[in-house]
C-alpha cells in the first residue's frame, strides 16, 4: 500500500489514471485488484497479544456548537489496541518505557498491526507499550455506520491527527504514564501522518519513523515535484540494475504498442484477449476497453512494486493471501525472452500480472472487471475521496524515461473527475499550504526511511 515500500517497514500508497469516467488506479489501491481471492485471510497472531478498545471521538475538532442540533453527531467509535507485554512500567532508575505509536492510515488497523515488523522487534529492547490507532472512516472506525457516505466531509489527516492527539493524551492517563515519550511510527500514508503529527503536534509526538512518506508529492514544490518519479521507480524494480531479468521493461513496454495495434477492430481486441489469458466473459468490446485493460496491466507492475519486499508478504494485498518475495522479479521472469512473437510477448505478460492478480494460483483466467474484496474496495473508495480532497498528487507517465505510455497528468480531467463523483473540488495547492512541503527545517527527531526499490523513494 502507498504505502508500500523498499524493505524497511512495509508501506503502502495510490495510483491515478483519467481513463474513461472516472478509472482511477491508484498506486495505493486498485479499484478492483485480484482475478480470485484466497479461501481465507492472512492473519497473524499477534493480535493476541493486545487488548482491542475503543474510545468516542470527537467526530469535529474545528468546529463549535452542538452537532446535535443539526441533527449531526458529536462522536464515532474509534478502534485501536494497546499491547503492553513488553512495557517496562518502571525501570530501576525510574523511568518509564516509552509508546510507540502507529499512526493508522487507509485500511484496517489489523494490517498495520500485523505488518509493523520493527515496532515489535524494537518493543523488548526499548520497554516499549505499543499502540496501534485506526485511522477514521477505516476499518471498524466508521461515523454514521451504512450513511457514511453522505457524511465524507470529516474524513482528513487534520481531523485524523486531532483524534491520535487526544487518544496518546488519554492512553498517558489510564496507564499513567506521562513520563513515557511517544514514537510515532507509520508507512506511506501513515508515514505523512507520522510526520506531520510530529510538526503539528510536537507535545504529543517525540519523534517520528516515517517510512515511504512522499510528503513532498504535491503542487506548489520548490523545486517542483516531478509528477514521473513514481513510473520511473516501478521501471527501475523491473530492471537488471534491480535484479530482474535485462528485457523486461522492453517487453513491458512493447504490450502497449500491441494494444494499440490490435485494439481498434473486434478481431485484434479477441487476439489480445485469447494472448492474455482473459477470461471469456470480459467485456473487450471497445477500444475504451482496451484503454481500461492497459491501465490494469500497467497497475499490477505498480502494486508489486509498492510490495517489492524481500520476503514473502501479504501486505500490498490487505491480507488476502501472500505475494511471493521481490514479486516484480518473478513477474519479469515471465517477460524475460527477447524476440517475442506478438502472440508469445502477450502471453508472457498475462503470466506477468498473474504474480499479483492471480496470486493465489486459483484462477483459471484473468478478469480485469472481477469484484475485489471488500477491504479494498472500500478502502480504495475513501483513498479516492482523501486524494480529491486534500491529497493531490499528480501522477504522469511518458513511455521514455519509464516503461509505460505517454499519460501526462491532467488537472482539469482530474478536478472534474472529482466534482463527479464526490461533490468536491480539489485545491491544488492546499497540501503544501498546509503541511509546509520542503519547508521543515523547524522540525526535529524525524526519521524518513525508505527502501531502493520503493517507488516512492524518488
Known sequence: MVFLSGAPAPE?????????????????????????????SIRKDLVHQCQEKWRNATLDHFSYGD????????????????????????????????????????????????????????????????????HRYYGESVPYGKNVR??????????????????????KEEYDAHDSAVIGFGGSYGGMLASWMRLKYPHALDGAIAGSAPI??????????????????????????????????????????????????????????????????????SEDDVAYLREWLGAAFDMMAMGNFPYPSAYITNGHGELPAFPVRVACTFVASDNLSDSELLAAMGKAVGVFYNHTGEAACLD??????PDSDHDGDWWDFQWCAEMLMP???????????????????AVAACQERWGVTPRPLWANTEWGGRRISAGSNIVFSNGLLDPWHA
Open 150 to 171: 453522505k457524511h465524507m466531509r470529516y474524513l482528513g489527516a487534520e481531523q485524523a491527527l486531532a483524534d491520535y492527539a487526544e487518544l496518546i493524551w488519554e492512553i
Open 395 to 413: 501522477f504522469s507517465k511518458d513511455g521514455v524515461t519509464d516503461m509505460f505510455w505517454s499519460d501526462p497528468f491532467n488537472l482539469e480531467a
Open 216 to 285: 513532498w508529492n504535491f503542487f506548489g514544490e520548490v523545486p517542483p515535484f516531478d509528477p514521473g518519479s513514481f513510473a520511473k521507480g516501478v521501471t527501475y524494480d523491473a530492471s537488471e540494475l534491480a535484479g530482474s531479468a535485462p528485457a523486461c521493461a522492453d517487453n513491458v513496454r512493447d504490450t502497449w504498442d500491441l494494444l494499440r495495434i490490435y485494439g481498434g477492430d473486434d478481431a485484434g481486441r479477441k487476439f489480445l484477449a485469447t494472448g492474455l489469458g482473459l477470461c471469456p466473459s470480459v467485456p473487450l468490446s
Open 67 to 134: 452537532p446535535t442540533e443539526k441533527g449531526e453527531i458529536a462522536t464515532f467509535p474509534q478502534r485501536y489496541f494497546v499491547c503492553t507485554n513488553q512495557w517496562q512500567r518502571q525501570a530501576a532508575d525510574g523511568s518509564t518505557g516509552p509508546i510507540f505509536f502507529y499512526l493508522g492510515n487507509e485500511a484496517d488497523v489489523l494490517l498495520y498491526l500485523n505488518n509493523t515488523g520493527l515496532m515489535w522487534e524494537s518493543a523488548p529492547e526499548f520497554g516499549a507499550m505499543l499502540v496501534f490507532a485506526e
Open 12 to 40: 503502502e500508497q495510490a495510483l491515478e489514471s483519467n481513463e474513461g469516467p472516472l478509472v482511477r488506479l491508484h498506486p495505493r489501491k486498485l479499484s478492483q485488484p485480484f482475478a480470485k481471492l484466497s479461501k481465507a
Open 368 to 373: 480485469p472487471w472481477a469484484g475485489t474484496d
